[in-house]
């Protein structure tokens, strides 16, 4: 006896018991599974890895730790030119939003794996560098830092990544380099410190990467629910949850709760010191007070030669030369290194942040590496006294009361 086809056809939600109906009209499950799926099966296969993406990661990365090397801004745009699309990082947005914790795990290894490799080629070169005693390092110090622009640029490129690969329209390796220049490049530089032994770039490039990741992970997570894109179950939304509380706690952490905008994260912070001019004392030359003496009176009155002492010479007090200040003011950096002498093969004395003042003992710059040095004295309590490039000081005017 055949069974009589029966076709399934949606309950009227009025017939609904009340909490079904309130589930339904919240939409938490989607509909129409299938078409929901194939949907994010085409996004899923746009951010899965080859083997181009990780050769072409480790490319990128020597081609970075190059321009590191040899501070040439240039081989670092071409290092991230060089960069493959990084799609696996939207790949573990998209992960997060649609709560699939197998697709987000795979994406987030491969993320880590091509990160691996950035750093460990960062490590080698650093080592590489320390040989070749490599230390002029202008443009690394500022992808050790979290700063507006770099920011923006992050933010920027996030969001139109996102949109390029969720879309379908275009690809999105354009985009994507904007996640490189602020993703790859932190982290080379990382590497490059600690095989350096730089301490301003370890672990400032590893923790500007970190933070970098977060907001990468945030904002495409948030891009990705705006565009429509929701978990398949209700236990999905379990991952979205535990991921973005991590990605908030991390960004707390690591940007010290008070300000996610710094100058730098790990260099040590130099209070400026305020210049106060230090009162001299003149001495006073000795006036001599004539004394009265009387002369005995004589019976018989005598010629008697009186020399007449000339003036004894005295020493008047040199006045004591104003003192020149000068404070730190780099234009592409946060702060300046001082050296023990003058030349970049010199070895580092310490680091200063803008701002702070230090005393030009010698106004007369020194050449060196085809650079004019200036011989300072620290105003701390040590009185340390070591060499900065002239461009990176600023002269003080001194006070007219001085």
Request: hydrophobic share 45%.
């Amino acid at each position: 006896m055949p069974i009589p086809k029966t076709s399934h056809n949606p309950e009227n939600l009025e017939d609904l018991p009340p909490a079904r109906r309130r589930r339904a009209e919240r939409h938490l499950i989607p509909d129409d599974l299938d078409a929901e799926t194939k949907e994010i099966d085409k996004v899923a296969q746009r951010t899965s890895p080859s083997f181009d993406f990780f050769l072409f990661s480790l490319l990128s990365a020597a081609i970075l730790v190059v321009g590191i090397m040899l501070d040439v801004p240039a081989l670092l745009v071409l290092g991230v030119l060089i960069a493959p699309p990084l799609t696996p990082v939207i790949g573990t947005c998209l992960g997060t939003v649609t709560g699939s914790f197998k697709f987000f795990g795979q994406r987030l290894i491969a993320t880590l794996v091509a990160s691996g490799l950035v750093f460990l080629v960062g490590l080698l070169g650093g080592f590489a560098a320390r040989v070749l005693a490599i230390e002029k390092l202008t443009y690394a110090v500022s992808h050790a830092q979290v700063s507006w622009s770099h920011l923006i640029l992050l933010v920027v490129g996030t969001i139109f990544t996102v949109l390029a690969v969720a879309r379908q329209k275009g690809s999105p390796a354009l985009y994507s380099v904007a996640l490189a220049y602020e993703l790859f490049i932190p982290l080379a530089v990382a590497g490059f410190g600690l095989g350096n032994g730089i301490p301003y770039l370890w672990p400032d490039g590893l923790v500007v990467f970190a933070t970098h990741l977060a907001i990468v992970s945030l904002v495409g997570s948030v891009i990705f629910v705006f565009l429509g894109f929701r978990p398949l179950t209700v236990l999905g939304y379990t991952l979205g949850s535990v991921v973005t509380i991590l990605g908030v706690i991390l960004l707390i952490g690591l940007s010290g709760a008070s300000a996610i905008v710094v100058e730098n994260v790990a260099l040590p912070t130099l209070s400026p010191t305020p210049i106060t001019p230090t009162p001299t004392s003149t001495p006073v030359p000795p006036t001599s007070t004539p004394t009265v003496t009387p002369i005995p009176p004589t019976l018989t009155p005598t010629h008697t030669a009186t020399f007449t002492p000339s003036p004894t010479p005295t020493s008047s007090p040199t006045p004591s030369p104003t003192p020149i200040y000068a404070i730190i003011n780099t234009t592409e950096g946060v702060g300046a290194t001082i050296r023990t002498a003058p030349g970049f093969d010199s070895p580092r004395l310490t680091s200063l942040l803008n701002g702070n003042a230090v005393e030009i003992i010698d106004p007369n710059p020194t050449e060196k590496d085809g650079y004019n040095w200036v011989h300072v004295r620290l105003l701390n309590e040590e009185g340390q006294e070591g060499w900065v490039l002239e461009s990176l000081i600023l002269v003080v005017p001194p006070d007219a009361d001085w």
